[in-house]
């Protein structure tokens, strides 16, 4: 999230087309023995009922759940049923009679793009879907906390990337990926974006004529300029920005870096990023600095952290001072513990963590945010904290193999959770606490089961709302040694 654990950096493919939703019936797979030539569509009046976890709603139709996208609890619809086979795809035409919670999207392009889920929920239905869901998943756990919701839930994105295309008259085009798909959507603003970043993208868009640049063709693997990544620092106002290109040869980079300089005095830093790959990520492996340090600083907690292009840092620093300070009182430290902050990134946690604790190991699997994680320990006087590039079950494993001691583990790892290799040792390390930050409840759940069936208990949950209008949940749980 797009969330997070995002830097691994996947372009804006979401999930999702306009308002049409194909469902899976009977768990298959809707794009598998499709047979165009049989489709049948009809018209059904439908009440819904709920909704999904993904921000669905659930209706009733022939004797089948349906879900139908931006339909909310209480209302009528009219929607399309079309089948084709087993499959059916539904459609929300017409919304009979609406929710008092409907409210009309703030974003232009919200129906078309996907990339936010719930912008037709007014905030207060958005924070109990949230929390609903959130008690349904934990539920084997206990009750959890009321979500840390965020006062002004637009504009918080401090990361974006924006993909360049050309319409049909071959004038170039910029924005996002609808979800799910590569289909390029062209818009002017991303409401849940850092609105500076939105200008500057435009302006490299307006660019592109005079410097003949092309924007990349996915498919036939022609033109230059793939994305542009805007990373901003909230509190220090800096600003990076990325060209990421096809090709290491960037005719007239040195003009083109003083022309988008002269426009955007606030930039920073400009970096050129070489991805010449067929791939979905976004950013290349060769990097090279065209202006400025390479990096942005920003603040959180107090502490200053320095970012490079392909750190992952947290894409919202108002609630991830909410979330981290959570996570710090869950820690309960009284200055002697040892701390193991697994997949550490930039070493925000950890580094936080350290004006508490004895001392500090961070482990981390990208070598850039390693690199920073040292450089931030530098840059802040910590005296007390280490931090080892590697994948975290390995070196977990190897400290448990060893014999070493650790009091409290926090771990925050990407959307697909953490592995066997780094739970069974946290079970053989023994740390009286363990607090586990995520961005997919999900995984989350599925690890704190392991972790519960091997001698620990869960005795606080706390959601974080980090991605305001979308159906991403961070929460963080405490458990402890029983
Ligand atoms: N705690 C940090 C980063 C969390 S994101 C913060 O709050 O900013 C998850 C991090 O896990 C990313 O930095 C990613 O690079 C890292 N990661 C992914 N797989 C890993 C693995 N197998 N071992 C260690 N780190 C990993």
Request: proline fraction near 4%; hydrophobic fraction near 35%; charged fraction near 25%.
């Amino acid at each position: 999230m797009g969330t997070k654990r995002n830097q691994s950096t996947k372009s804006h493919s979401k999930k999702h087309s306009k308002v049409a939703t194909r469902d899976k019936l009977q768990g298959q797979n809707p794009h598998k023995n499709q047979r165009p030539g049989n489709k049948k569509s009809v018209t059904a009046k439908v009440n819904c009922t709920g909704l999904t976890d993904d921000g669905k709603g659930i209706v009733q139709w022939e004797g089948k759940q349906l879900e139908v996208e931006h339909l909310l609890p209480g209302e009528t619809a009219e929607i399309t049923v079309s089948t084709s086979g087993k499959y059916v795809a539904v459609e929300l035409k017409r919304v009979i009679t609406p929710s008092e919670n409907r409210v009309k999207p703030a974003c232009s392009y919200y129906y078309e793009c996907g990339g936010c889920q719930l912008q037709h929920m007014n905030g207060q239905a958005q924070m109990r879907f949230k929390q609903v869901t959130i008690e349904k998943l934990m539920e084997p756990f206990g009750k959890p906390q009321p979500i840390l919701t965020m006062d002004h839930p637009y504009g918080y994105r401090n990361k974006s990337h924006t993909t360049f295309g050309l319409n049909k008259d071959r004038q170039i085009i910029g924005g996002l990926y609808a979800q799910n798909s590569h289909r390029l959507i062209s818009m002017d603003r991303c409401l849940i974006h850092d609105p500076k970043a939105d200008e500057i993208w435009q302006t490299i868009k307006d660019m592109m004529k005079s410097f003949r640049i092309q924007p990349y063709n996915e498919d036939t693997g022609q033109g230059f300029l793939r994305h542009v990544l805007v990373k901003v620092g909230k509190v220090s106002g800096e600003i990076m920005v990325v060209l990421v290109v096809a090709s290491p040869v960037f005719k007239g980079k040195n003009n083109f870096v003083k022309a988008l300089r002269k426009a955007h005095p606030e930039i920073t830093t400009i970096l050129m990023n070489v991805n010449n790959k067929n791939t979905s990520m976004v950013l290349g492996d060769q990097e090279k600095l065209l202006f400025g340090k390479g990096t942005i600083t920003d603040t959180l907690c107090g502490l200053k952290f320095d970012i490079s292009a392909k750190s992952f840092y947290q894409i919202n620093p108002i609630q991830t001072e909410k979330l981290y300070a959570k996570a710090i009182e869950m820690a309960q430290l009284t200055g002697k513990e040892t701390v193991i902050d697994a997949y550490c990134g930039i070493g925000t946690i950890g580094l936080i963590a350290s004006q508490k604790a004895g001392k500090v190991i961070g482990v981390e699997l990208n070598k850039d945010a390693v690199r920073d994680a040292i450089h931030n320990s530098k840059r802040n006087g910590v005296k007390n904290a280490r931090f080892y590039q590697g994948d975290a079950g390995k070196f977990m494993v190897e400290m448990a193999a060893r014999g070493e001691k650790a009091d409290v583990v926090i771990m925050d790892p990407p959307r697909s959770g953490s592995d066997e290799a780094f739970l069974s040792s946290v079970v053989k390390l023994k740390p009286k606490r363990v607090i586990y930050v995520s961005c997919n409840p999900e995984t989350q759940v599925r690890d704190m089961k392991y972790l519960t069936k091997n001698g620990y208990e869960v005795i606080g949950i706390q959601p974080v709302d980090m991605f305001p209008q979308t159906v991403h949940v961070e929460t963080v749980a405490e458990l402890v040694l029983k």
